[in-house]
């Protein structure tokens, strides 16, 4: 078997966004669960039912609540600093035509964590603040708490909170949706 040390490269290359776009438009990562980060493929974690049950909660608060208001975007790809193409697990946009390019604003992102707290910690956020992204949080599934992320600057965010399962929530742009996070939990 090769020692892949012995042909690692000097320099390695990342993709352009452009570039990612067109290997998706291809159909050439169709069967992968990746995203670009930093113009590097990073593979996502899976869609297990701790995770995807407070992505499909999150959905049902917030879906009905900022209908002509907002898009409500599930799993689907942002535009962000740095070469990337996060797809946070939901992200609160502008209300837009969104057929010829992914959104780059964001009045919101969240993304749910079991497996995944340290990447959407040390590289989701300051890719989030460096991209202006108003407000992240980070749904930590194991100890119930969600991280709010506020007033991005200089590719990192201002203020940081934790808030507990028995807490509401409301993102900073609709100050009128709450979000109970039991709920989101499961209580």
Do not use: C
């Not at 670009?36 to 899976?46: A, D, I």
């Not at 992914?102 to 989030?128: C, F, G, Q, T, W």
């Amino acid at each position: 078997m090769l020692d892949a040390r012995l042909i690692e490269p000097e320099k390695t290359r990342g993709l352009l966004r452009s570039e990612y776009d067109r290997l998706v438009a291809l159909g050439l990562l169709e069967d992968e669960r990746v995203e670009l980060l930093h113009g590097t493929l990073v593979e996502m974690s899976p869609n297990e039912p701790a995770h995807s049950s407070p992505i499909q909660a999150l959905t049902a608060i917030l879906v009905p609540a900022l209908v002509g208001r907002a898009t409500v975007r599930v799993q689907l790809p942002l535009y962000a600093a740095n070469e990337s193409e996060p797809e946070p697990d939901v992200a609160i946009v502008p209300l837009g035509e969104y057929r010829s390019a992914h959104p780059a604003h964001a009045h919101l992102v969240i993304e749910v964590a079991v497996s995944s707290i340290n990447k959407d910690r040390k590289v989701k956020a300051p890719l989030y603040a460096a991209s202006g992204f108003a407000e992240y949080w980070l749904v930590n599934v194991r100890d119930r708490v969600v991280e709010v992320y506020r007033s991005p600057d200089s590719g990192t965010y201002r203020a940081v909170s934790r808030h507990g399962a028995s807490e509401v929530l409301s993102p900073e742009a609709f100050p009128d949706v709450h979000v109970a996070l039991g709920d989101v939990f499961g209580a």
